[in-house]
């Protein structure tokens, strides 16, 4: 997809019209945000959102105690993260800690310890130096991400997700989308055994996918699985209505049904109509950005009077289901007759046939105290399990000896990743943009919040004529320069 080019009639001042941005997650809520922050405090947004704000940093309430229900963990690098909830006045989570061990269906094959010399000496012992090498690759990727923080400080964007690979990290990035994350270990000399038993697993537990996922999705969920996360008090959720609050946006409860093009005085305006309680209606923008996924299994929306027509996103949503369980753990399931002797807060799963789970953990709530402790093994506790059907009778007795609650949401949480796909696009048409778009290089909370400062510049740069800002070439140089 080229973009089309922003046409010369745009040189003009602000838009009167307000801006409208589909969806109430941390992508529009971020996009919000970040548009209000280039196009001043003057620009209204109008925040159209079906659900409620936040998305799917949603949570679940278990005895009058809330917990984190989905997007659960932030990696200690997501700069953009890190500023909202300084912005916000809010604060860090008080970490818990815990033990993870990954089962096999009959055993575990790798058990995590309080001490981080025994992990590595067991890593070492069962995988070789497999461990280090996938450190060394996730950790190039995680330094190149890095730049886009720069680039974007000095106000550089990417009209395309391929483009903004490659400022980053060059062809090597953009093969990253189209290759999966077994390839590219076991290319660097990663054992097959490691691939099949801890890379699966992370996988499974972050995506709910096989290690068939492409490259760069992979690297970026390895790099929270070994880096030091951190969570937000009170709920991630928090992040999205501080930010529409801090934006005096304006926030609408329905559902887009799609969008119609129509022009004044030669330039584009675009009309968003919505289903609401009320019924149905519509209004007029400048320019519009959409944050909720364009694919028929997420949603069925219409783009109108567009020439050429917005192509169809063919890719679908993996289905996967979070069950939150207050009961007692049948440790017995696990290889402990004794649930006292229980050791682990986290259980994560290899890509075993039989295997009905893909990981479960034992969760705080969004509200540590200070004197907030943990469940002993053998006391009813708090446990999410991912998977991806629900779970039925039987196997909820198979992870539990009873229970008092189970609380299921079905979610289309993450894209299908499928290496070789191609990428969709950002730029839908002159003013109208797909922020969603960056969910098929990887899914994260900071990926979306990257990809909403992006739309936020490029959206800005096209406005103003600053073409120069827009997928500059060898920006490593000119950033540097620039300094």
């Known amino acids: 997809h080229s973009p089309p080019r922003p046409r010369a009639l745009l040189t003009r001042p602000l838009p009167l019209s307000p801006a409208a941005v589909v969806g109430a997650g941390l992508g529009g809520s971020a996009a919000s945000y970040f ?25 679940v309430t278990v005895n009058k105690q809330q917990y984190e229900s989905r997007g659960a963990s932030i990696h200690a690098l997501s700069l953009h993260m890190q500023d909202f909830v300084k912005i916000l006045g809010l604060k860090h989570r008080r970490e818990v800690a815990g033990k993870s061990a990954i089962f096999s269906g009959e055993h575990f094959v790798l058990e995590e310890t309080d001490w981080y010399l025994l992990n590595l000496f067991r890593l070492w012992w069962h995988y070789g130096i497999s461990f ?26 990417f009209s395309s997700l391929e483009e903004l690979l490659r400022s980053l990290g060059g062809e090597a990035f ?22 099949d038993d801890v890379i699966a697993a992370v996988l499974r537990s972050s995506y709910g996918q096989s290690v068939l996922v492409p490259a760069f999705a992979g690297a970026m969920s390895l790099a929270g699985a070994q880096g030091s996360t ?50 149905q209606g519509s209004a007029f923008y400048d320019m519009v950005v959409v944050t909720t996924p364009l694919h028929p299994s997420r949603s069925n929306f219409t783009f109108e009077n567009f020439d ?37 807060t986290s259980i994560l799963t290899t890509d075993t046939p039989d295997l009905f789970f893909h990981a479960m953990d034992n969760i705080c ?19 999410r399990v991912l998977s991806r059907q629900p779970l039925d009778k039987q196997q909820l007795k198979t992870l539990f000896r009873s229970y008092y609650s189970v609380q299921v949401a079905e979610w289309q949480t993450y894209p299908r990743y499928d290496a070789g796909r191609a990428l969709p696009p950002i ?38 004529q600053e073409l120069e800002k827009i997928d500059q070439k060898d920006l490593m140089h000119k950033v540097k320069t620039e300094l």
């Open 365 to 383: 709530p969004v509200n540590v105290s200070a004197a907030f402790r943990r469940k002993q093994p053998q006391e009813a506790a708090v446990w």
């Open 230 to 279: 951190w969570a937000v008090e009170g709920g991630n959720k928090l992040v999205c209505s501080g930010l529409l609050k801090l934006t005096k946006a304006n926030v609408i409860s329905a559902r887009v049904t799609g969008i119609s093009l129509h022009s004044s005085e030669g330039r584009a305006l675009y009309q968003v109509h919505y289903e609401s309680t009320e019924g």
């Open 35 to 59: 548009l209000q922050q280039h196009f001043g405090p003057q620009v209204q947004l109008d925040v159209y959102e079906a659900a409620s704000v936040g998305g799917r940093l949603a949570t």
């Open 308 to 344: 050429p027509p917005i192509a169809d996103f063919p890719a679908a949503f993996h289905p996967s289901v979070t069950s939150v369980v207050h009961g007692y753990l049948n440790s017995s399931y696990f290889g402990f007759p004794d649930p006292k002797l229980f050791p682990f």
């Open 132 to 157: 280090l090498r996938l450190q060394m690759w996730v950790e190039e990727v995680m330094e190149k991400f890095m730049r886009i923080y720069k680039y974007q400080a000095h106000g550089y964007a």
């Open 427 to 464: 730029v839908l048409h002159e003013n109208l943009f797909y922020l969603s778009a960056v969910e098929w290089v990887a899914s994260s909370m900071e990926m979306v919040a990257v990809a909403a400062k992006n739309v936020a510049l490029l959206a800005y740069n096209r406005w103003h």
């Open 174 to 195: 953009v093969n990253m989308t189209q290759r999966s994350v077994a390839e590219s270990l076991l290319e660097v000399g990663v054992t097959q055994r490691f691939v």
